[in-house]
C-alpha cells in the first residue's frame, strides 16, 4: 500500500467503522469498545507506515478533484509534524478507548459513545492531515461537532448541556475567524494550498508584505485560540469536564485542545519572523501561561485543576512558538515541539488517573480526599510519576522540555534585550512554580497525609487491568522518554520540526547539561513553587474573596451576559416579527410584492395593458382556466374545512392538466404528486379541529382583504401580459439554454433534475436544508413531549 492511501485510509476509516459500529454492537455487545480500539490500532499502523519516509525528510502528497472552479481539492500531505499528530491521535485513542470497556456502565448508550469517538478520531486525523486550507477548516469544524457531542454526552446533565454549548460556540465561531484567515490568505496567494505556499518563498515573503499581513495573521490566531483555550478564549475547557472522563482524556489533554497549537505550527514558517507573530502568540501564550496556572490554585475539582493545568501547559507551548526574531525566526520550535508530545503522556495519563479516583471515590472534590496512597498504591505511582512530570522534575520527560522552554526564553530575552532580556526569563519561570505548585497539590490532596472526609467508601480497591493499564503505559513512556530520550527525538521530534521549519533539524537532548542557567531557573522554579504551595490554601482563598466581590469581572460572566442577552433580545424580536397570526406575514409579504412590482411598472410604462393582444384561447384552456377559477371561488367561500380543501386540492389537479397540456409531463407528474401528499396531510389533520370556520370576519376585514388581493391580482396579470412586449423587453426562452448545456455541462439528460441538481444546486441545498431543520425540530418537540409523559 502506497503511502498517501494508508494516510488517506487512516482519515477515512473512522468514519465508515462508526456508521457500521451499530452493527457490530449487536455482535459484540458491552465488548463493543474493543471494537473501535481495534480500528484506531488499525489507524495507528496505517499512519506509522509513513513514519520512516518523513524520518527521512520525505513527504507524502496527493489529491483528488474536489471543487476544482474553487481550486478546492481533497488532498493530503503528510510531514513529520502530521504524521506526530497522527501517531498521537491515534495511539492515545487506543489506549481512551480501551480504558472505557471499563469505565463506561454497560447501561450506557455506548454505541453512541463510541460513534462520536470514532468520528472525533477521524476529523482529527482529516484536519492535521490537510494540505488545503478550505478541506482543514470542514474538518476543523467536525472536530467542533463531534466534541460538542461527546462534552453533552449526558445529555440529562443540565451542566453537560451546558459545557457542550459553550464549547461548541467559542471554538466553532473562532473557526469561522479562521476561515476568514484563510480567504485573505486565499486572496493574497491566489491558492488554498497550504503546501503549495510553504514551499514557495517568494510567496510568503509576498504575504508578509502584504497590506492583508496583518488582518489575515489576526483572524487565524483567534480561531487557534478558540480551539486550543487561550487569552479569553479559555472558558469553555473547564466547563468540558463535564464529559466522561476518558472523553476528557482524549479531547482535552492530547488532540482537541492541541488543533490550535497544530495550527500555530504549521503556519509557523509563513508568519513567522515578525514582531506581529512575537506579539500576537508569544504574548498570548505568556498571559495565558501565568493567569491559567494562577487560578488553577481555586479549583476543588480534580478534573477542574487539570484543566487549568491544561490550559496553562498549551499557553506553553503557544509562547514557545511565539518566540521569533527576523534573524532567528524559530527560536522556540523544538522546544514546543518536544513539549507538546511530553505533555500528551503526561497529561492524558494524569486524566485516566482522576477517572480511576473518582470512579471509586464516587467524587471528584480534591477537599474529601486524601490518603488514598494506602489503597490505590499502584494509581498513586502512576499518578505521581505523571505530576511530577508535569512539575518538571527530572528524570522524566516534562524536565527536558521545561529546560528547553527555558533556554529558548532566556535567548527571547537576549535578542530583544533592554527589560526584556529579564522580563521573559521571570515569567517562564513564574509559570512554571504554578505548575509546579498545583502538580503537588494534585499529588498531596488526594494520595497524600489522611483521609479528609468520612463519606468516601470505607473500602477501595485498584481498578481493573483494563482501567489500570493505559495510564501505566502512559507513565511508562513518561519515565522511557526521560531517561532516554533519543529515540523519541530522532523519530518524532526532529521530523516534526523539520516540517516545520522547513529545513533539517538535528537536536541533542539529554538529563544532562551541567551547571547552566536553565538549570539555575529550574532550581529558582523547584524553590519558587513550594513557597507558593505553602501558601496554596490562602492563595485560594483569596481568589474566592475576589471573585464573590466582583463576580461580573469574568470571561464567563461576560458569556453569560452575551448568551443570554441574545436570548432575551432575539425573544423580544421575535414577538414584535412573528405575532402568531399567519395573515400579518401574507398581508406584509404582498404589500411588498405590490410595491416592488407594482410600482415600477407604472413609473415606467406608456400603457398598463399592451394594445395588440392575442385573446384566442383554445377551448382546452378556456375550460381550465374556468374549471380553477370556480375551484378558487370555492376556496374563499366554502364555510367547512373539508370542502375548502377539496376546493384547494382541485386547484392543484387542474394545475397538472395545464402542465400536460403544456408538454410538461415532469412538472404535470411532480404537481400531482406534491397535491396528493398535501391533501393527505390536510386531511389527518381536519380531523382533529372543528369542522366549520369559528372566527367571524368583519365587514373592515373583508375590504381590506379583497382590495390587497385584487390589487395583487391586477398587477401580476399587468406583469405576465407584459412579459413578452410592451414595458419588458423581449427576451429568449431559457429552455433552450438547458438543452444545449444539460449533458456537455452537467452530463445529464433529464433537463429538470439537471436545473435542480447542478444550476440550482445551492438553491436546493439550501431547501434541503431547511427541511431538515424542520424535521429536527418536529423531532424535538415530539421526543420532548414523549419525555415529560
Known amino acids: 500500500m502506497d503511502l498517501f492511501t494508508a494516510i488517506t485510509l487512516a482519515v477515512f476509516l473512522p468514519f465508515i467503522m462508526a456508521a457500521i459500529l451499530p452493527a457490530a454492537e449487536r455482535v459484540l455487545k458491552n465488548r463493543v469498545g474493543w471494537y473501535a480500539a481495534a480500528v484506531a490500532l488499525i489507524c495507528l499502523l496505517l499512519v506509522a507506515q509513513a513514519l520512516p519516509a518523513v524520518v527521512n525528510g520525505e513527504t507524502v502528497t496527493g489529491s483528488f478533484p474536489w471543487i476544482p472552479s474553487l481550486q478546492v481539492e481533497l488532498s493530503f500531505y503528510g510531514d513529520g509534524l502530521s504524521v506526530m499528530f497522527g501517531l498521537i491521535v491515534s495511539g492515545i485513542g487506543i489506549l481512551i478507548m480501551s480504558y472505557s470497556n471499563e469505565y463506561m456502565s454497560k447501561r450506557e448508550d455506548l454505541s453512541r459513545y463510541y460513534r462520536y469517538l470514532l468520528m472525533f478520531m477521524g476529523s482529527m486525523l482529516g484536519m492535521v492531515f490537510s494540505s488545503n486550507a478550505i478541506q482543514l477548516f470542514v474538518f476543523w469544524e467536525l472536530t467542533s461537532i463531534t466534541s460538542f457531542m461527546l462534552i453533552g454526552y449526558w445529555r440529562n446533565r443540565p451542566m453537560s448541556v451546558y459545557g457542550a454549548t459553550k ?195 464516587a467524587t471528584r472534590d480534591i477537599t474529601k480526599m486524601g490518603g488514598l496512597r494506602k489503597e490505590l498504591p499502584a494509581t498513586f505511582i502512576i499518578g505521581a510519576i505523571a505530576a511530577l512530570s508535569m512539575a518538571g522534575v527530572p528524570p522524566l520527560n516534562g524536565f527536558l522540555s521545561k529546560e528547553m522552554f527555558y533556554e529558548s526564553s532566556l535567548e527571547m530575552g537576549h535578542i530583544l534585550g533592554g527589560p526584556f532580556e529579564y522580563l521573559i526569563p521571570a515569567a517562564a519561570v513564574l509559570g512554571g512554580a504554578f505548575t509546579f505548585a498545583y502538580s503537588i497539590r494534585f499529588i498531596d490532596g488526594i494520595f497524600l497525609g489522611k483521609r479528609r472526609s468520612e463519606h468516601l467508601p470505607k473500602h477501595m480497591h485498584e481498578p481493573t487491568p483494563v482501567m489500570l493499564f493505559p495510564p501505566a503505559l502512559l507513565a511508562a513512556l513518561v519515565i522511557l522518554i526521560g531517561i532516554f530520550p533519543s529515540a523519541a527525538v530522532h523519530y518524532i521530534i526532529e521530523p516534526a520540526a523539520s516540517g516545520i521549519l522547513l529545513e533539517d533539524v538535528q537536536l541533542h537532548v ?130 367547512k374545512y373539508l370542502h375548502a380543501i377539496i376546493a384547494v386540492s382541485a386547484v392543484g389537479y387542474l394545475v397538472s392538466l395545464v402542465f400536460i397540456y403544456l408538454q410538461a409531463p415532469d412538472l404535470a407528474i411532480t404537481q400531482l404528486l406534491v397535491e396528493t401528499l398535501a391533501t393527505i396531510i390536510f386531511l389527518l389533520v381536519i380531523i382533529k379541529v372543528p369542522q366549520t370556520f369559528r372566527e367571524k370576519i368583519t365587514r373592515s376585514v373583508l375590504a381590506r382583504d379583497l382590495l390587497i388581493s385584487s390589487a395583487v391580482s391586477i398587477t401580476v396579470l399587468i406583469l405576465l401580459l407584459n412579459a413578452s412586449q410592451g414595458i419588458v423587453s423581449p427576451f429568449e426562452s431559457l429552455s433552450y439554454y438547458f438543452i444545449e448545456n444539460s449533458v456537455p455541462l452537467a452530463g445529464g439528460h433529464n433537463m429538470v433534475n439537471v436545473i435542480l441538481v447542478d444550476f440550482r444546486g445551492y438553491d436546493t441545498l439550501g431547501e434541503i436544508v431547511v427541511l431538515c431543520l424542520a424535521g429536527l425540530g418536529v423531532y424535538n418537540l415530539l421526543k420532548s413531549r414523549s419525555d415529560s409523559k
Not at 494562577?294 to 496553562?312: E, P, V, W
Not at 512558538?321 to 507538546?340: D, E, R
Not at 412590482?597 to 382546452?620: K, Q, R
Request: a neutral charge; proline letters at 4%.
Open 510 to 639: 539529554s538529563l544532562w547539561h551541567g551547571f547552566t542557567a536553565a538549570l539555575l531557573m529550574t532550581i529558582i522554579t523547584f524553590i519558587a513553587g513550594a513557597a507558593l504551595y505553602a501558601r496554596y490554601g490562602a492563595i485560594a482563598a483569596w481568589q474566592d474573596r475576589v471573585s464573590a466581590r466582583y463576580p461580573a469581572w469574568s470571561f464567563n460572566s461576560l458569556y453569560d451576559r452575551i448568551v443570554n442577552g441574545a436570548s432575551g433580545k432575539s425573544t423580544a424580536f421575535a414577538k414584535v416579527m412573528q405575532p402568531g397570526p399567519l395573515s400579518p406575514y401574507l398581508i406584509a409579504m404582498l404589500l411588498i410584492f405590490l410595491l416592488l412590482s407594482a410600482v415600477p411598472v407604472i413609473m415606467i410604462a406608456g400603457t398598463l395593458i399592451p394594445t395588440e393582444l392575442n385573446l384566442e384561447v383554445p377551448m382546452y384552456e378556456a375550460v381550465l382556466l374556468g374549471l380553477i377559477i370556480l375551484a378558487s371561488l370555492g376556496t374563499a367561500v366554502l364555510r
Open 167 to 361: 464549547s461548541l460556540l467559542v471554538t466553532a465561531g473562532g473557526g469561522i475567524f479562521m476561515l476568514a484567515g484563510f480567504l485573505l490568505l486565499g486572496i493574497i496567494t491566489g491558492t488554498f494550498d497550504i503546501v503549495t505556499i510553504l514551499q514557495n518563498g517568494s510567496m510568503i515573503a509576498l504575504i508578509k508584505g502584504h497590506e492583508l499581513f496583518l488582518p489575515a495573521l489576526v483572524l487565524i490566531i483567534i480561531g487557534a485560540a478558540a480551539k486550543s483555550a487561550q487569552g479569553p478564549f479559555y472558558i469553555w475547557l473547564p466547563n468540558a469536564m463535564e464529559a466522561p472522563t476518558p472523553v476528557s482524556a482524549f479531547l482535552h489533554s492530547a488532540t482537541m485542545v492541541k488543533a490550535g497549537i497544530y495550527l500555530v505550527a504549521r503556519i509557523h514558517p509563513i508568519f513567522s519572523g515578525t514582531e506581529a507573530w512575537f506579539v500576537l502568540v508569544g504574548g498570548l501564550g505568556i498571559i495565558t501561561m501565568l493567569a491559567a496556572g494562577f487560578l488553577a490554585f481555586r479549583q476543588t475539582d480534580i478534573k477542574g485543576i487539570l484543566a487549568y493545568s491544561t490550559i496553562s501547559q498549551l499557553a506553553y507551548m503557544m509562547a514557545m512558538y511565539g518566540y521569533t526574531s527576523y534573524q532567528y525566526p524559530g527560536i522556540g520550535v523544538t522546544a514546543a515541539t518536544f513539549h507538546l508530545l511530553n505533555h500528551a503522556t503526561f497529561k492524558a495519563c494524569l486524566f485516566l488517573v482522576a477517572g480511576i479516583v473518582a470512579h471509586e471515590t
